[in-house]
């Protein structure tokens, strides 16, 4: 402080002397205003000319007035001074700061002809607002299509449950039935079994009646042939004669008797048999029943893995409709956010692509990058309040505050980094980005834009 006050009193004692030399009187040594004598020079006009006013008076009214506004500044930058150079290395400011801000490409995922377009360039949109559609008609028939398979692959899936379910109900009562059919034919290989064994004894039984018959004929018909000689030869009676010849008769009677017996014993018999080849075919059916019926769970089992094939079609046919509807979904373009449209290129007709280029959302949130010079860093933390003025709108003045620094310089992270182990290196100050946000939101009537040129400055101390 002491140090501005000397300073000031000296440039008062200098503005003082350089005043009185261009303000000296008329007449006076060295006057500006004194008219230049020279030796051996005549005057050019001899007559001096009657003032109107005192010259002296004039000049000391002069006078007083430019010391006195001289003395004012002197006095103004003394007491002023040191407070505007505190408050000027207060502050750190560059001229090298843009407003920065996100910028959304809007292209399509789908391909179609543009059926309408809701925006124009520059015009602000909500979230959710509808900016493109794109022709939907080959998307909802996509969708349709999808939904009929996903019908018919329900349908057979619900057919495949159905019928896995009925094979496993009556599979147990197959199985039961099957093996009660196999005790069945085997008790009718036993019975037949023992029919054959009766008809067999009765075989041998007829047999040996027959053979006592053929006996007991061969025996009165050879007594029927004796009493036949003794007759003739009167050695015997009618009556004995009469009598042999009936014994005779009944004898072959008898044994045509047993020899029709024997067949019908011998045709039981061979029936019998064939009743027991019947009853043991029977046992091998059941059997071959009774096996197929203990393969049904293998059967179910087959059934569920198919059943559980048509679940993955269910499921691939629910897939491909939720897909076809999220395409669907597709043909309508929206705002992700609050921004404004701008670089529009697309029309009602056009033929788009996915990926092709439609326009740009400016989102509202921005904020500024600053590229301080390295050396002005040393005490700029985040937090800082910053005001930033804006060349757009006459210097228009925001409020914000630092919210980080860059960890390297620009020139590190640009496309060709500067190479610096050359012998002809030279010194050169690197600037760091800065990023600051604004506390408040820009109104409405100076709009802010990425790439507007702003004047930030950060109090650092």
Do not use: C
């Amino acid at each position: 402080m002491t140090t501005m006050t000397t300073n000031g009193a000296v440039n008062s004692m200098a503005v003082e002397s350089v005043a009185k030399m261009m303000f000296r009187e008329p007449g006076e040594s060295g006057a500006p205003g004194a008219p230049a004598m020279h030796d051996g020079a005549a005057p050019a006009d001899p007559t001096p000319p009657t003032p109107s006013v005192p010259p002296r008076r004039a000049w000391s009214l002069k006078r007083a007035l430019l010391l006195g506004g001289i003395a004012l500044v002197v006095a103004a930058a003394a007491l002023l001074g040191p407070h505007y150079y505190r408050s000027l290395m207060s502050y750190e400011s560059t001229d090298d700061a843009f407003v920065e801000g996100h910028v959304i490409a809007m292209s399509p995922k789908v391909g179609g002809n543009v059926q309408r377009v809701l925006v124009d360039d520059n015009q602000p949109v909500k979230a959710g607002d509808l900016l493109v559609e794109i022709d939907p008609r080959d998307y909802q028939a996509r969708v349709a299509q999808a939904r009929a398979a996903l019908d018919a692959a329900v349908a057979r899936a619900r057919a495949a449950e159905i019928s896995v379910g009925l094979t496993d109900t009556t599979t147990g009562a197959a199985v039961d039935q099957a093996n009660a059919n196999v005790t069945l034919s085997r008790s009718g290989v036993e019975t037949a079994q023992a029919t054959l064994t009766m008809a067999q004894s009765r075989v041998h039984e007829a047999r040996a009646r027959a053979a006592s018959a053929e006996t007991e004929a061969a025996r009165t018909k050879t007594d029927a042939g004796r009493y036949a000689e003794l007759f003739r030869r009167e050695l015997v009676s009618a009556q004995d004669n009469d009598n042999a010849a009936a014994a005779a008769k009944r004898a072959t009677a008898g044994l045509d008797e047993a020899r029709a017996g024997e067949q019908a014993a011998l045709m039981a018999l061979r029936q019998a048999q064939s009743q027991i080849a019947e009853a043991q075919a029977k046992v091998g059916e059941s059997l071959g029943r009774l096996a197929s019926a203990n393969s049904a769970p293998q059967q179910v089992a087959v059934s569920r893995a198919q059943v559980e094939v048509l679940k993955g079609e269910v499921e691939r046919a629910r897939a491909d409709l939720a897909t076809a509807e999220l395409n669907l979904s597709y043909t309508r373009i929206v705002a992700p956010e609050d921004a404004r449209v701008t670089r529009k290129s697309v029309e009602v007709g056009s033929l788009v692509q996915p990926g092709q280029a439609l326009f740009a959302l400016v989102p509202t949130k921005f904020w500024v990058v600053a590229n301080f010079k390295e050396t002005q860093l040393r005490d700029m933390r985040p937090g800082q309040p910053a005001e930033i003025a804006v060349d757009a709108w006459g210097g228009r003045t925001y409020h914000g505050h630092v919210d980080s620094i860059q960890t390297g310089a620009g020139a590190r992270f640009s496309l060709l980094p500067p190479e610096n182990a050359t012998g002809n290196y030279v010194k050169v100050v690197q600037r760091v980005p800065v990023k600051i946000v604004f506390d408040e939101a820009p109104d409405a009537t100076h709009p802010l834009g990425p790439g507007m040129s702003v004047v930030p400055s950060v109090k650092v101390r």
